[in-house]
């Protein structure tokens, strides 16, 4: 009698089993273009999911496999992993789509096309943003790491760069989000790029009668008294103009450590103000002479 119920059994678990991929295969949105159904919603999903895995891997053995072999620099290997990246989500999408909606893959890149002409009229800005994204990551004026000077006086140490915007992180450890069109339409200093040898132009002001030379003087042994000004190219002060209440000159020194050139300057700069004081040397303030001038006249004394 056993043997006799197994097969009524197995029966009906197959016919549950079947039920179960019939409903969730049955196309609830069932047009001629595309075809939709819980199934291959759950496969577009598990599918995406997978995808995102994959990039991860691949630029996990990317950076600690690959790239060190062939002494690829740290912006370099940073751009090739983003766009690694960005190409292995973008073929996992499309394919994801191809079985989720069961629509062809020629039939997906038409509808993407119509979805970025409508994203250029409505969402032209962050459109900007993003093809601004590309420029910074192939063209690499900036790298992650560069120290820039920007705008409104922010300075600081770019700390990642995706494809809409980047993070610089200020002296004070304060983030700035920074659209990547800011950065690829405005100007701004990478104290980071080329050559590393920088010129500091500090400027000062003298009472006038003062004796220039013992000026110069006393601005030499300012700057040489600070570890961070380089002996070669040496110091050199330059005299600027005349200036209403002072004589305008400035000591230009030579640094290699441009990141740091506001401290170097403040050094700099009390250096100066202690050597001005060793050679009595008088840095002015604006003064104003003001006249007061009556143009008034006494009435004439009336006869009386």
């Avoid at 949105?29 to 599918?47: A, C, D, G, M």
Wanted: glycine share 6%; charged share 20%; aromatic share 10%.
């Amino acid at each position: 009698m056993i043997l006799q119920d197994e097969p009524s059994v197995l029966s009906f678990g197959d016919t549950v089993i079947e039920r179960m991929i019939k409903y969730l295969n049955y196309p609830f949105v069932n047009q001629r273009e595309f075809h939709v159904s819980i199934l291959s919603l759950l496969l577009l999903v598990l599918i995406i999911l997978i995808t995102t895995l994959i990039s991860r891997y691949a630029r996990r053995v990317l950076q600690k496999r690959v790239l060190p072999r062939f002494n690829v620099e740290l912006g370099l290997q940073y751009t090739l992993l983003r766009l690694v990246h960005y190409l292995i989500i973008a073929a996992g999408v499309l394919y994801a789509m191809k079985i989720g909606f069961s629509v062809d893959l020629t039939g997906v890149a038409v509808i993407v096309g119509f979805l970025s002409v409508g994203i250029g009229f409505g969402l032209q800005y962050a459109a900007a943003d993003i093809a601004s994204g590309f420029i910074l990551l192939f063209e690499r004026p900036v790298r992650i790491g560069d120290w820039l000077a920007l705008d409104g006086g922010i300075e600081g140490r770019v700390d990642n760069i995706s494809l809409r915007s980047t993070v610089v992180v200020t002296n004070e450890n304060m983030a700035v989000i920074l659209p990547n069109s800011k950065l690829v339409q405005n100007k701004f200093v990478n104290y980071s790029y080329g050559s590393q040898l920088v010129r500091l132009n500090i400027p000062v002001g003298v009472a006038y009668g003062s004796d220039l030379e013992k000026v110069s003087a006393a601005l030499f042994e300012a700057a040489q008294s600070v570890e961070e000004v380089l002996s070669e190219p040496a110091p050199r002060v330059h005299f600027s103009d005349f200036g209403d209440s002072a004589l305008n000159l400035q000591i230009r020194v030579w640094i290699n450590e441009p990141r740091d050139h506001t401290t170097i300057q403040s050094k700099v700069n009390f250096a100066i103000e202690r050597s001005f004081r060793n050679y009595n040397i008088e840095i002015p303030f604006p003064q104003r002479e003001v006249r007061l001038r009556s143009d008034s006249k006494e009435p004439a004394n009336e006869p009386g």
